[in-house]
């Protein structure tokens, strides 16, 4: 992109303050004030610093013309006198008298310099500029007769910049940004001084036409960011939110973030850290610099917290993170996760934790659903705690204070039993703990639950030996005789082998028995 102008100071305010030579200080009879219309022109590097700044213009100088000749002055705006004088004094001491023009008089001495660079505070020697010091005391000052310019209409492109036209009279203006919106994409506008004319040999040659331009200073703000550390999380786990955005320089009036969490997160006071990124890392900067809540937020997917940089000077063209962290409560709405949003200058980013969950059906032989089986889900060798829902399924509890937590399953009447509230990147094991009444013969399977790229469920057996687990099937089968079983093969060779030792274990006993009371007998 041409960068034309973007650096410039007061661009051609700049140049008649810095050089134009003027004798009178007061109007006289063969003195014409100057009205003719004048182009002011503004340039930007993006459409949005003209569409969004709502300027105000205060003449704070009049040109003067000396009688039928080309020669002209400058005298202080009648409307502003007062405001230009307060201004010239809080910059220079001892300088403002009752006995001159002060406007005329700081040009004529060339107080009045040129700033340079963003963000336009000194100039090309790295001094302070008084201009700019003059421009934000008059911008404090009880201006008067002030003409609203309305919207920009700019013209241009990204590549070349972007510029509109405000037709004003001659003279020289300072521009005021009355936008106050904390949404917009760019920065209020600092105060600028723009002047229109043209001057050739200290002298004002020409009152109306001349360059009469100015970039726009205001500041497109870089995008805010907002992450979260977990895609997916089970209920009850804590996550940890990182916001990120650049302080425009020269630094806006006020920078926050705004962060609106959604239902099933409860953000924890105590958990805000600060930090400003620079090329060297992370550096953690005071908390004292910043307004955050002191107590938890409990989110409800529409009230919102602000993070205020309490100075934003302090951090002006800075990138700050904030780090904080919230716990997905019990009021998490299993199907949609839990959403996270941040205010992007009217743009929410959202970001989203999601859960998922799995189910698996207690059988019979005949494959027929069996009811009151129970089972305890492991995380590692923590059993989770869950809150049976009314539709029957299982929803993981916060903690097992949750009311309603419990660590034993049911299957229901068709034997399903159904879990949610998971972490996609955790592996669970499921362990019954009591078959079902009815006579079924007491094996108690284990089983592990993983979950794919396509964060499905799948089924590996861990305690097994019966074969009691169908993977593919998702089922877990109760048996009432061993000849129920389904293992074949080796395994099932050993089990019946087995069975059938313990059985002549227990023939021979009887028989040993039976001989025992003959012998007595």
């Known amino acids: 992109m041409k960068m034309r102008k973007l650096f410039a100071g007061i661009a051609a305010a700049a140049t008649l303050l810095g050089g134009l030579a003027v004798g009178a200080t007061s109007a006289s009879a063969a003195e014409t004030t100057v009205n003719d219309d004048a182009t002011f022109t503004f340039t930007a590097d993006s459409a949005e610093q003209l569409k969004n700044a709502k300027l105000v213009a205060y003449k704070i100088g009049d040109y003067v013309q000396y009688g039928t000749t080309q020669t002209y002055g400058v005298t202080t705006n009648e409307a502003n006198k007062t405001a230009v004088d307060n201004a010239l004094a809080s910059v ?57 310019i309305g919207t920009l209409d700019p013209t241009g492109s990204d590549e070349d910049g972007y510029e509109a036209t405000v037709t004003l009279p001659a003279g020289i203006y300072l521009f005021l940004d009355t936008n106050t919106s904390t949404v917009d994409k760019v920065t209020v506008a600092i105060p600028m001084i723009v002047a229109s004319g043209t001057v050739e040999n200290d002298a004002l040659t020409d009152p109306v036409n001349g360059d009469n331009t100015v970039n726009m200073k205001n500041t497109k703000n870089t995008e805010k960011n907002k992450t979260v550390d977990k895609a997916y999380a089970a209920i009850g786990d804590t996550l940890t939110y990182t916001l990120t955005g650049t302080v425009a320089n020269p630094a806006p009036a006020a920078f926050a973030f705004t962060d609106t969490p959604g239902v099933g997160l409860t953000v924890k006071a105590g958990t805000y850290k600060f930090y400003t990124v620079g090329a060297d890392g992370d550096i953690e900067a005071p908390s004292t610099d910043f307004t955050f809540p002191k107590a938890d937020v409990t989110g409800d997917g529409e009230t919102s917290f602000d993070i205020t940089v309490n100075d934003p000077s302090k951090y002006a063209g800075q990138t700050i993170k904030v780090v904080f962290q919230a716990l ?3 009021k998490a709405v299993v199907e949609d996760g839990v959403v996270n949003d941040l205010d992007n200058y009217g743009t929410p980013i959202e970001v989203t934790t999601k859960f998922v969950g799995f189910d698996f059906k207690k059988i019979d032989s005949d494959n027929k659903g069996i009811e009151g ?109 061993v000849n129920q079983l389904p293992l074949t093969g080796a395994a099932g060779t ?28």
């Open 92 to 148: 220079f001491t001892d300088f403002v008298t009752d006995d001159q023009d002060n406007l005329a008089a700081a040009l004529n001495e060339g107080k009045l310099d040129i700033s340079a660079t963003r963000p336009w505070n000194t100039t090309a020697d790295d001094v302070a500029s008084t201009s700019r010091a003059f421009a934000d005391a008059l911008a404090k000052e009880d201006l008067q007769a002030g003409k609203e």
């Open 328 to 330: 997905v409560n019990d």
């Open 373 to 481: 089986a129970e089972f305890q889900i492991l995380d590692g060798r923590v059993a989770l705690y869950f809150v049976k829902q009314d539709d029957g399924s299982y929803k993981k509890a916060a903690s097992e204070d949750t009311e309603g937590a419990t660590d034993t399953l049911v299957s229901a009447a068709d034997g399903t039993v159904k879990v949610t509230g998971l972490d996609a990147t955790k592996a669970y094991t499921v362990s019954e703990t009591k078959v079902a009444t009815g006579q079924y013969l007491d094996l108690k399977p284990s089983f592990t639950v993983n979950f794919n790229n396509d964060h499905e469920a799948v089924l590996s057996r861990t305690i097994d030996p019966w074969g009691l687990v169908n993977t593919a099937d998702k089922t877990v089968k109760n048996v009432k005789s």
């Open 494 to 521: 050993i089990l019946f082998t087995v069975m059938a030792l313990l059985l002549a274990g227990a023939g021979a006993t009887v028989v040993l028995k039976a001989r025992s009371k003959n012998a007595k007998a």
